[in-house]
Every structure is written in C-alpha cells, then in structure tokens.
C-alpha cells in the first residue's frame, strides 16, 4: 500500500483506536502539508503554523472521514481551509497596519477612555453575541471554526456577529453625540 491507499487504512485504523496508526499516519503526512503550505506562502514559520492548524483541524473533525472515501481529497481541503484562514488573517493584519500607519494629530477622547468604553460595550452584549465577536473578531477564527466552538450553524454565527457589530456600532456612536 502507498501513498492514500495507506494513509486510508492507518485513518480508519485511529478511527476504530488504533494509536500508533494515528502516530504514523501523522507524521507521514505532516511534511506532505507542510510542502502544500510552503509552496504558497513566503516563510517557513508561516507554512509551519498553516501545517500545524491542519493538523490540529483534522484531529478535530478525524470522526468525520469516511474511510471508504480517498484520504488525499479530504486532508487537502482541510489544508486548504486552514492556508485561506491564514492568508485572511495576514490581509486583515496588513490592513490594520496601512490603516495605522499615520496617526491623528490631537485624539479626539483620551485613549484609555476610548478602549474602557469599547470594552464595557462588548461586555454589554447578550452572551451569544459576545461569543460570536470575540471568537471572529479577537481570536481570528474562521466563520466555520466559531460556529463549531459555539455549537450553532454557521449561519446562526453570522446573524449573532452581524447584530454584536450593529450593537457595538451604536454604543459607540452614541458616545460621540
């Protein structure tokens, strides 16, 4: 047996318990992720933590192969997944840094009232609201990652961070009139 056909058996041996097979079909595939990663991003530290974030996704969700299915397919979509989040979070980093690079003259507020309010107004919001903000927006997480941490649907993740931002939206512009 190569390549898939052998990562197949040893996933659907972790599967039934099988520990060792976990252990080998683990650190087979962990320079094959790596290599994926790697060809698309500039660093080694990056494609090394996009490697890890696969790994640790698919032990997460290992009960959802289907061993009758290939192997290959299903740890590259993962892989992919975990590259695009990455690749988000650099965009959003880098965006934060253009936007931060010239600073105003005179601020408007002094800043720690300005983040005391931001905090009290996240601290305002319903509970399940709170939960979707922080694991998108302070966590970084994937819409697809929050909703599996919170138990709801994605498309319920969406609807509770679309109305924290609106809530956070208007507590903070309230504070400005």
Do not use: N
């Amino acid at each position: 047996m190569k390549g898939t056909d052998q990562w197949s058996a040893l996933m659907a041996a972790a599967q039934r318990g099988d520990e060792e097979a976990y252990r080998v079909l683990l650190e087979s595939i962990q320079p094959v992720i790596f290599r994926y990663a790697r060809r698309r991003l500039s660093s080694d530290a990056a494609a090394e933590d996009v490697c890890q974030e696969t790994l640790l996704t698919m032990h997460r969700v290992r009960h959802t192969y289907e061993p009758q299915r290939p192997f290959e397919p299903w740890m590259y979509s993962i892989a992919k997944s975990r590259l695009i989040d990455h690749l988000r979070k650099q965009r959003r980093l880098q965006a934060w840094e253009l936007a931060t690079e010239t600073l105003p003259d005179v601020a408007d507020e002094p800043v720690g009232r300005g983040v005391d309010r931001l905090v009290e107004a996240i601290e305002a919001l319903p509970e399940g609201q709170r939960e979707a903000f922080e694991m998108l927006k302070l966590e970084g997480l994937s819409t697809e990652e929050a909703a599996e941490r919170a138990g709801v649907s994605v498309s319920a993740l969406k609807v509770r961070a679309h109305r924290a931002y609106t809530a956070l939206k208007q507590a903070l512009a309230s504070d400005r009139d």
